[in-house]
């Protein structure tokens, strides 16, 4: 069964400190691996996409690292700031269909405290 | 800042009454979905369209319907509202670099 899973479900940091977030993945075949910043009451905002043959990505204080071997992913935060409180979503696509079916994770669900 | 808009943004309306939710985009992309994300949860597609009168079912059962007469025009209609379709519904829509923007969604509360 394709699954998306995310770690930990919650989180809460100091202002300007450092955090890791965990995606694990059993969807296959794998096309691309997404990560989204939700805040509350809005749409998905696209952080990163990293294919295949990627291992790192970032995109300003975000880097999203993936291990297709072990088919894990990683998002870390850089000194964070208060509007990064949002949840971060994973989500996988596939490549069996021509739809390019897309799995999400439930998200990790960030606080970050002044 | 993606050009995906959803109206309305909040909606209240008692049971059984029909509703149509709105969906535009401006970037002339074919394939777009509607999905339905309860708090806490992931997202759920309910329904996708590949083009103009394209669409198709998705993967949770939904009592709603869609329909693409127009590229930029993506609206979802639930004929008679239960208190069962409490939820966020979100519209997206997916460029050929496999990127997908979200509208800010419609928070529905039926009562």
């Known amino acids: 069964k394709n699954q998306v899973e995310q770690s930990p479900q919650s989180l809460i940091i100091l202002e300007g400190k450092n955090c890791t977030l965990q995606?694990?993945?059993?969807?296959?075949?794998?096309?691309?691996l997404r990560w989204y910043k939700q805040d509350t009451g809005r749409g998905p905002v696209s952080l990163t996409i990293m294919t295949f043959s990627e291992n790192t990505k970032s995109n300003g204080r975000y880097t999203a690292t993936l291990d297709a071997d072990t088919k894990q992913s990683s998002l870390h935060i850089t000194a964070s700031q208060l509007s990064d409180s949002a949840s971060y979503i994973c989500?996988?696509?596939?490549?069996?269909?021509?739809?390019?079916?897309?799995?999400f994770g439930r998200g990790t669900q960030l606080t970050v405290w002044p | 800042e993606a050009d995906i808009y959803q109206t309305p943004r909040y909606l209240v309306i008692g049971t059984g009454k029909k509703i149509t939710l709105e969906c535009s985009q401006t970037?002339?992309?074919?394939?777009m979905y509607w999905y339905q994300q309860d708090p806490g949860m992931e997202l759920h597609l309910i329904h996708y369209s590949y083009g103009v009168n394209s669409t198709e079912k998705g993967d949770l059962s939904s009592e709603s319907t869609v329909s693409r007469i127009r590229t930029e025009h993506f609206p979802l209609t639930l004929e008679s509202a239960r208190p069962s379709h409490t939820s966020q519904y979100l519209c997206?829509?997916?460029?050929?670099?496999?990127?997908?923007?979200f509208g800010p969604g419609t928070r529905l509360t039926v009562t």
């Open positions: 995606c694990n993945y059993t969807v296959s075949p794998f096309s691309n």
């Open positions: 970037m002339g992309h074919d394939k």
């Open positions: 997206a829509s997916t460029s050929s670099s496999y990127e997908q923007y």
């Open positions: 989500v996988v696509s596939d490549r069996g269909s021509t739809l390019g079916r897309l799995y």
